[in-house]
Nanobody, 124 residues
Framework: HVQLVESGGGSVQAGGSLRLSCQASGNILGTNCMAWFRQAPGRAREGVAVIRTRDSSTWIADSLKGRFTNSQDNAKNSVYLQMNTLTPEDTATYYC??????????????????WGQGTQVTVS
């Protein structure tokens, strides 16, 4: 089993930045693919970013490229989501997710086995 714990959420003014962290524990073999999703009230969960930990290949949603970047620190079993130039439309609960297999990087939430509890990001 894999446990994922997100941190770094909070409230920020438009134009500001936040860095989310997700630390994995337990069976780290289950975290070859680590993703960020977000869900705003009344909206479907959407993919934000994915990183394939064995080679650091990444995917970022087209609408977020240039503002969001994801990275990893294998020594800490952690991935990060750097969010810049935030807008109120970025307000959502952000979730970290993981799955053991990561060939073609999956972008759909249904592909992921493990989930964190979520961290709230509010942009005003």
């Amino acid at each position: 089993h894999v446990q994922l714990v997100e941190s770094g959420g909070g409230s920020v003014q438009a134009g500001g930045s936040l860095r989310l962290s997700c630390q994995a524990s337990g069976n780290i073999l289950g975290t070859n693919c680590m993703a960020w999703f977000r869900q705003a009230p009344g909206r479907a969960r959407e993919g934000v970013a994915v990183i394939r930990t064995r080679d650091s290949s990444t995917w970022i949603a087209d609408s977020l490229k240039g503002r969001f970047t994801n990275s990893q620190d294998n020594a800490k079993n952690s991935v990060y989501l750097q969010m810049n130039t935030l807008t109120p439309e970025d307000t959502a609960t952000y979730y970290c997710a993981a799955r053991p297999f990561c060939g073609v990087i999956p972008r759909d939430s249904s592909a992921y086995n493990y989930w964190g509890q979520g961290t709230q990001v509010t942009v005003s």
